[in-house]
């Protein structure tokens, strides 16, 4: 799904100190990657992308994202798990998760957070909502203060 440019709100100001936040998009399904990840961009974010858990797991180790996007439902390894094993790994165990699935079901925001997930977002979610989730969770006083 592509927005039409006029439908694009104005490019907005990187985080304070000019430096760009990173934000990792896991998603199985390429529309939706490609969407957020080009709508993020053009706001402001640098975007790198994951297909599945294992992609995700590798990433957040060696990409230093300040923030990770995580579909539940993929392929090789699912998000359940890749969120577990970040969480479980010093590296990356302060980066915040948030997951997304479009499998709403009584219980799953909870099990998400068991799994170590710092939000739960139901899709299909508009690029602007996740933007100002994304910004609300990397606010300082939300999160932990990461080196980089």
Known sequence: MTVPAEDMPTAKEPAAGGNKKRVLVVDD????????????????????????????????????????????????MDGWEATRRIKQDSRTRDIPVMALTGHVLAGNAEH????????????????????????????????KVRGG
């Open 29 to 76: 399904f390429d529309d939706a990657r490609e969407m957020y990840a080009e709508y993020l961009e053009f706001v402001g974010f640098e975007v790198d992308t994951a297909r599945n858990g294992v992609e995700a797991v590798e990433k957040a180790s060696e990409g230093e994202p300040d923030i990770i996007l995580m579909d539940l439902s993929l392929p090789v």
């Open 112 to 143: 998400a957070r068991d799994a170590g997930a710092d939000e739960f977002v139901a899709k299909p979610c508009l690029p602007q909502d996740l933007e100002n989730k994304i910004r609300n969770m990397l606010k300082p006083s939300k999160g």
